[in-house]
Nanobody
Framework: VQLQASGGGLVQAGGSLRLSCAASGRTFSSYRMGWFRQTPGKEREFVGIVGRSGISTYYADSVKGRFTISRDNAKNTVYLQMRSLKPEDTAVYYC????????????????WGQGTQVTVSS
């Protein structure tokens, strides 16, 4: 499956942004979908994951209560709604596929999108 992330941009602290990740292929609904983020010089950080139906979600503590992952299997798209953004949320955000809802490490994920830059100004 090929993934295309979009929706990044520049936003002020306290603002909101919604990222999208569109997938090609007919097997999108069979994958759990995760989001990661990365800043220069640091390892890619797990943000959250959504189950195949969209009902189950899990988030890193750093974004819990502020970020929401959802998916639309009819549109082969997963979303990352980000609210109450902080400057420390500035990163390149990536979506990725996994066969397991309990995936948390980068190595647990298979296909990756190209990333979209989110910059939060103070």
């Amino acid at each position: 499956v090929q993934l295309q992330a979009s929706g990044g941009g520049l936003v002020q602290a306290g603002g909101s942004l919604r990222l999208s990740c569109a997938a090609s292929g007919r097997t999108f609904s069979s994958y759990r979908m995760g989001w990661f983020r990365q800043t220069p010089g640091k390892e890619r950080e797990f943000v959250g994951i959504v189950g195949r139906s969209g009902i189950s979600t899990y988030y890193a503590d750093s974004v819990k209560g502020r970020f929401t992952i959802s998916r639309d299997n009819a549109k082969n798209t997963v979303y990352l709604q980000m609210r109450s953004l902080k400057p420390e949320d500035t990163a390149v955000y990536y979506c990725a596929t996994s066969d397991s809802y309990y995936a948390r490490a980068q190595t647990d994920f298979g296909s990756w999108g190209q990333g979209t830059q989110v910059t939060v100004s103070s």
